[in-house]
Nanobody, 120 residues
């Protein structure tokens, strides 16, 4: 009933920039927050940034990444600057606390992920 689709990943050199986009679609009444998480090979999934009533960033991306949101379109963006090889990971978009039309319940939905590779 809800699809979350990421785009914008790719290969970039150290110091470069990328912009990720994510769209949530379906019979959505409202979304509490949207966020980006990432998972590198052999590591646990970690928070990159999340935006809702407040905005939070993972410690390793503060001052380099910026998250923004278009509530009318149910979209979230992640501008990534000064990229480092350690930023290499699959980046997942999450729609958090989604309320569907005609429902009083909220659930979380995840995208399939987009690969970001930073070469040294």
């Amino acid at each position: 009933q809800v699809q979350v689709v990421e785009s914008g990943g790719g290969l970039v050199q150290t110091g470069g920039s990328l912009r990720l986009s994510c769209a949530a679609s379906g019979s959505i009444h409202s979304i509490n927050a949207m966020g980006w998480y990432r998972q590198a090979p052999g590591k646990q999934r970690e928070l990159v940034a999340r935006i809702g009533d407040s905005t939070i960033y993972g410690n390793s991306v503060k001052d380099r990444f910026t998250i923004s949101r278009d509530n009318a379109k149910n979209m979230v963006y992640l501008q990534m600057n000064s990229l480092k090889p350690d930023d290499t990971a699959v980046y997942y978009c999450a729609a958090i606390g989604v309320r569907l039309q005609g429902s009083n319940y909220r659930s979380d939905y995840w995208g399939q992920g987009t690969q970001v590779t930073v070469s040294s």
